[in-house]
């Protein structure tokens, strides 16, 4: 490759506490810091960086609120080609570098310097700069601020997300990068014919499908608003298998969602272990864990619980699906009711159906959830799985699994239902079978049984008549 197709690869560091952390940091921590740094990495005329609001974003150089750089460190060249640049920018805004991914301390715009420097030329960012969280937690006064720390997040105004879908946060099946801005004015070449960073509207455009607008869900999502269980109750039944400190942080779940939709601190990651702790003790009565799925039922209602699920390491939603049919019932009704709330929100439902990990595979175990629930025999569990295949539909889901969604639903149509359970499973297909021609050749072969459900309510005989004039096409 000539010399003419390498870049200068240079890494911006800023320190956002203004000189203050140098100051104050030996009275606080009991070591001085040099800086609170954000980084971000300027390569084909751009400065590329990442936060929790926007995800991955670029600028002009300097182009930021934050302004001149305090110090800027030459990492070399870089002969990879700008496309291929791009697409490894894709994959990453939609996997590991996500808005929802970001963490203040752990996973910030120096983890993605850090990676994008690696890639672009082999080298590592300085370790003063990865290393600084490590330091900061390693301090009494950095464990006293943790909590606050895991809700807060650093995004630079100045730029503009690469790609409009981290804005979104898409599903597991992608979001549509064909509107992108232009990161500059100009559509440019360089002299040595290079395609120029501007031209961000052609970038991987057939890669991407069109996520589903606010406007096309479903209007109203189901949500259960169940009164969770007596605190002294549930830690007097729970306090001969748990540590006084869990018991401490089932006191500070209760307090957290006392303080109403905005409270002024959030929840750690103790907590969840805490609560995954409850759920996987078959010592403990199953009143307490269903109990403990009815507070989680309250949580995921709310986007910083949602973000501490996706960075918190036991993976408590995931494994309690993988382990469902081991449940009692009673503690199934609860977890699905749990499910139900978490797919109403638009970030919640990402939650559940993104697989940036395929040993995850969230997706997979949600779906298996739901079906399994649809097919079982008891009345009460097709309720709970109707509201639950009705929030999952709302939002874009691949066309493979609306139809495995689908086919269950058709299934359970064919039994003797309430009236609230077919009206929730007919407006789940017909979000379906809208956007799915071969749902409705499905829906057209295995019947939807309206001859017996019309006869409930005039909403559900309005839906079948929908459902059938879709499936006669």
Known sequence: MTEEAAWPVKLYVYDISKGMARSLSAAFLGKQIDGIWHTGIVVYGQEFYYGGTGGIEACPPCGTILGQPDTVEDLGMTQIPYDMFLGYLTEQAQAAFRPSCYHLLEHNCNTFSSEVAQFLTGKDIPSNITGLPAEVLSTPFGQMIKPWVDAMS????????????????????????????????????????????????????????????????????????????????????????????????????????????????????????????????????????????????????????????????????????????????????????????????????????????????????????????????????HTNASALALNLSRFQLVEDTQVEIGSAVLECLQKELSEETVYNLMQCLLQMMNKNTELCDLASVVGLNCSQHQKLSARVRRLCDKAQELSAL
């Open 154 to 381: 650093v995004q630079p105004s100045g730029g503009h997300s690469i790609f409009p879908s981290q804005e979104v946060e898409s599903s597991s099946s992608g979001a549509s990068a064909g509107g992108a801005e232009s990161a500059g004015e100009d559509s440019s070449e360089s002299a040595g014919g290079k395609k120029g960073p501007a031209a961000w509207e052609n970038v991987m455009a057939a890669d991407w499908k069109e996520p589903v607008d606010e406007e096309d869900a479903v209007e109203d999502a189901v949500i259960f608003t169940e009164s969770p269980p007596d605190r002294k109750d549930l830690k007097d039944h729970t306090h001969d298998e748990l540590q006084m400190k869990d018991l401490g942080l089932l006191s500070d779940i209760y307090d957290y969602l006392a303080e109403g939709k905005k409270p002024s601190w959030s929840l750690g990651k103790e907590h969840v272990q805490t609560l995954h702790t409850i759920i996987g003790n078959g010592k403990i009565h199953d009143s307490s864990r269903a109990g403990v799925c009815t507070l989680l039922q309250a949580l995921v209602l709310r986007d910083d619980f949602i973000s501490l699920l996706e960075r918190e390491p036991t993976q408590l939603i995931l494994k309690v699906m993988q382990h469902f049919e081991q449940l009692s019932e009673s503690v199934q009704e609860a977890f699905v009711k749990l499910l139900t709330n978490c797919s109403s929100s638009r970030k919640g439902h990402t939650f559940l159906v993104s697989n940036p990990d395929p040993e995850c595979n969230m997706l997979k175990w949600t779906i298996q959830t739901c079906v399994s629930c649809l097919l079982k025999d008891k009345t009460v569990m």
